[in-house]
């Protein structure tokens, strides 16, 4: 059932108010208060983000950082404003799993990742209203489901109320609020919250109680990550953010979900301001499993694997690509990175260099590989030989397919892959009037290496061909889906190529230089970054890039280690404040 909860008298929508935000307004969901402290803070909601349009800043060196030991001596930290973003789609879900137990998914507007991340889609894309409507369509399947079931609608409560508002239920949505909106209702708010279960209820004590809370769930302050900060007495520049705010940001960043129990608890006793009490919550946080499924997602969209669901190798050619093969290779990259990231919290550079493989059956035989143990849902770790052209990453299925096309492979987009996801250069689009067509085929050149050769030596392509395809070549002996080949239309295959001019033989020795790469650390240290702050880095803030930068290679580029200097980093717990404030 739709409920309408409209109030009597219309509440007029400031214009200057975002369009994602205008629903809730004029239903009278968004209190005064948080309308005019969003207008001020200027945040950017609902697509007027400035970091989106900002060309992102030149790329991080080497500087000081506090690594994963704490904080170091640094100069003055540059901040910038907090954009207003939304909760994603996975993340709204896992909230309502936390209140409510597991419940069957619900459907959000689709979430999207511009710069890789749905954390910058959440800060950028507007809602709208048929999001508006979505969520109001969640809040009513998960309530609705809930309090149909006696047993599990009187656990939720811990009591049995004896009316839509009397002291349980007042408890209650105490609870639920602190849990939902992320920090502690006020009064006011809690009166209104209880009115509203009253006036609903109809002479039906649960139904009051199931409506009021929907209401509740699709609040903005359920919905949006509010990071309104307070004035720093030393500082009118900056705002610091409050424990709430810094349990919510926290959480978010290394369980993907709302903040739990005891982190709601520091943040009440005021144990999140410092940075050693972030550091003791984060460490706590970190041991649990739900920051390995966090740092999965992180590496999912920093690897770019959404173009593995997207590739369509053709089907005549390569009937043996599967739906299950292409699980298997996703699977395999996020097992590598489990390896070396949790499990033996090791140097990250290891996932574009070791030799070592997770298949299963199917992935083995696809490789060539035998792997004793292995079923079609049981994955085996391999040691490859030391001289094995698989290495890392960059020797698997998934990054092979998603960076080839149908039929053929293409250097060029393996190149870029190289360069962009990996060292962080910005490789341009080709001009719009320049042809990016492949020759065919001729007796004069008769592999895509000299096919390609033409784009090299073309000024209006040489400039990005020449950083591109050189190290995707080397990729050359894999097919466009990631097998061996050993000739390419009965020519032998020639595996050299180069990184930033430098000669390499083949992907093994690409897979060597990575190894111990000083451009990766900081390229990495941009990327969570920006996931974590759901917007690009912005020029000021290159000072703190270079700091975190050093800090993990001093750290021995430990991701973990990393994490904890980004939550602890004052770039973490203080934003800037809005202009007209200072």
Request: charged content about 25%; hydrophobic content about 40%; aromatic content about 6%.
């Amino acid at each position: 059932m739709r409920v309408d909860l409209t109030p009597s008298v219309p509440h007029s929508v400031s214009p200057a108010l975002p369009p994602s935000l205008r629903p809730w307004a004029a239903r009278g969901l968004l209190s005064t208060a948080l309308i005019t402290a969003l207008l001020s803070v200027g945040t950017g909601c609902g697509g007027q983000f400035s970091g989106k349009d900002r060309a992102p800043s030149a790329e991080a060196g080497a500087g000081g950082a506090d690594g994963g030991a704490g904080e170091a001596a640094q100069g003055p930290v540059e901040l910038a404003p907090s954009p207003m973003a939304r909760l994603t789609s996975r993340q709204y879900q896992n909230v309502l799993d936390d209140i409510f137990g597991p419940a069957r998914p619900v459907e959000l507007q689709a979430d999207t990742a511009p710069y890789l991340f749905t954390s910058i889609g959440a800060s950028t894309e507007p809602l709208g209203e048929q999001g508006v409507q979505l969520i109001e369509e969640a809040a009513q399947q998960v309530t609705g489901e809930v309090f149909a079931d006696a047993a599990r609608r009187e656990a939720l409560l811990g009591c049995a109320p004896t009316g839509p508002a009397d002291d349980c239920v007042r408890a209650y949505l105490t609870r639920l609020g602190l849990r939902a909106w992320r920090r502690p209702l006020d009064e006011a708010e809690l009166s209104r919250w209880l009115a509203m279960s009253e006036l609903l209820a109809e002479g039906d004590v649960w139904r009051g109680v199931q409506l009021a809370t929907a209401g509740m769930l699709q609040s903005p302050a359920a919905v949006y990550r509010v990071e309104l900060g307070e004035p720093d007495p030393e500082d009118p520049s900056r705002l610091l953010l409050t424990d709430y705010e810094l349990a919510s940001r926290l959480s978010f960043v290394l369980w993907n979900t709302g903040p739990d129990e005891a982190l709601l608890a520091a943040a009440a006793e005021g144990r999140l301001r410092s940075p050693e009490g972030l550091r003791a919550e984060a460490l706590r946080l970190l041991a649990d499993p739900r920051a390995d499924e966090a740092m999965a997602a992180f590496f999912e969209q920093y690897l770019d694997l959404g173009r593995l669901d997207r590739a369509q190798p053709d089907p005549t050619t390569f009937p043996q690509f599967t739906p299950s093969l292409r699980s298997a290779m996703r699977a395999e990259v996020l097992l590598l990175v489990d390896q070396v990231v949790n499990r033996e919290d090791g140097d990250l550079r290891g996932i574009f260099s070791n030799r070592r493989a997770f298949v299963n059956s199917e992935l083995a035989a696809h490789y060539g590989l035998e792997a004793e143990g292995a079923g079609p849902i049981t994955f085996v770790p391999l040691t490859l030989p030391p001289d094995s052209e698989r290495a890392g990453i960059l020797g698997l299925g998934a990054f092979l397919t998603m960076n080839a096309h149908a039929v053929d492979n293409s250097p060029t987009l393996r190149g870029k892959y190289v360069m962009e996801r990996i060292l962080c250069y910005s490789v341009p689009p080709p001009p719009g009037d320049v042809s990016t067509d492949i020759a065919p085929a001729t007796e004069a050149a008769p592999t895509l290496r000299a096919r390609l050769a033409e784009h090299r030596e073309n000024p209006d392509c040489s400039g990005c061909h020449s950083l591109m395809d050189p190290p995707g070549l080397v990729f050359e002996r894999f097919d466009p889906i990631g097998g061996w080949r050993d000739s390419e239309a009965g020519y032998p295959i020639d595996t050299t190529g180069e990184l930033l001019g430098e000669p390499l033989s083949g992907p093994g020795e690409l897979a060597d230089r990575l190894a111990d790469s000083d451009r990766i650390g900081p390229c990495v240290v941009k990327q969570l970054y920006r996931h974590a702050h759901g917007r690009l880095e912005a020029p000021e803030e290159a000072g703190t890039l270079e700091a975190l930068s050093a800090g993990f290679a001093e750290d021995g580029h430990r991701f973990r280690g990393l994490l904890l200097s980004l939550v602890t980093h004052e770039s973490f717990r203080a934003i800037a404040a809005p202009v007209e404030a200072r």
